[in-house]
């Protein structure tokens, strides 16, 4: 049973692993943690990369803050290997994104006023 | 066995960081996802890429894991969490019940709690007369305006000429009878001092005054030598009588023989301080073991209860140190009282006191690590099984 804060601003600033997770479960789709690591490296051309261990803390984590819905698998699970869970983004796992997005685009624009960076370069 | 299958078992061991719990869990999965990553970067990067794999997930498998457990120590996991959100009492893990009980519990073990709380007190009282005194040695102070100008006070009996012990009774005459650090006498000036005493360790500089003809006030001299300064004390006497047949030198010894004469009382004074103030902590340490030990030995079937019902571990552990802190409470009130009492005057100084208790509070907590220990290996299910 999961238990879901009411206010995304409660979970601000979010944990790096967990803001990767975030991004990289698309909407409504099951993933498991193995497709998630791969996920966050494909969606990163292979810069950002997340570990067994950080993977699976967060993923209980998030878990337990209602980010995430966590399901079991089938027995006989196609992709093989142990029986696995299952994760899908919760709406509420959205919203939390959505806020520490807003907080990192908040920061960008002090660092593109400073010109430390040019808008929507690196 | 391949280097990949060597890789991922001593994986499996690395997970050993992590809580019970979330191993059984997610272990499976992360040693599945572990071996499968191992295999594509092999495939794809080579053995050096897949090796720096293995050592950066095993670093990070350890990182995690000790996190995980940081998170389930301090909330008990899932579940307290959840608990700890919806406040109350249960955000601070401790609550009046605890306090009560506490309190209940000093009641019921009568002889252990006065056991406990004298040792505790007289700890306290050891403890703050040892600041004291090492205060008095280390920084002694004269309580009038400016009294740190003074880097040395010393008393001296005028006819035997031998030093006295400063004493609470001196700084209150002096405070009554000397307004004004000038009062003391013309200082005549400061020289840096040879390092005597070990009151002043050979770097504070000392204030010389002037001696009027009706005082009798010894006054040190010291001389260097090139070679070997016993055999040169006859002949200083000699000299010092050739100067002036009235001046007659006293007490001639070498340097090392001073300071150790100086050192060697008071290196054994506070080797015996540190004893007393050891044994007085063993000793109060040991008497809230027993206590909370005994304690834990006869709730054991309600502890049982409680965590069969949900009671997170942060909760049982807050039960536990919720009563160590009011025995020591109770002990650390009892002692202060007592030394503050008028006319016994043992405690000078809110500070002596305050670190004092701070330190028998930090000592009473530590005793209670074993007992708190049992109360988490209690096994709910065969808890409720005694009688």
Redesign the interface.
Known sequence: MT?K?KDPATLIPLKQSIYRVLLALPDGELL???AI?QAVSAMTDGRETI???????A???M??EGLVDEREGPDDDPSG?????YYRRTSFGRAVARAESERLRALLDIAVAQKIVREGKG | MSLRRAATRIYAVVLRAFPRRHREQYAPEMIDTFDRELAGQRREHGNWRALRFVLAAGLDAVSAGLGERLRHWRFGGAQATGERRRGGMMRTGMSWLDVKLGLRMLVRYKGLTLAGGLALAGAIGIGAAWYDVVGDQLHPRLPLPEGHRLVEVEMRNASSSKGEWRVLHDFLNWRRDVRAIEELGAIVGMVRDIGMTPTNFGEAPYVYRAVSAATSSPLVMGVRTAGDPEALAARVRVIATGIDPGLRLDDVQSLDALVWSEDAPMLASSGAFVAVVVLGLCMSAAGIFSLMSVSVARRTREIGLRAALGASRGRLLAGIFSRAIVLVGSGIAAGNVVLNLPGLGLADGATALLRTSAVMLTVGLLACVGPARRVLRIDPTEALKAT
């Open positions: 238990r804060a498991h943690g193995y690591m570990l067994p261990g950080t993977l699976y803390a993923l209980a984590r878990a337990d290997g142990p029986k696995r869970r």
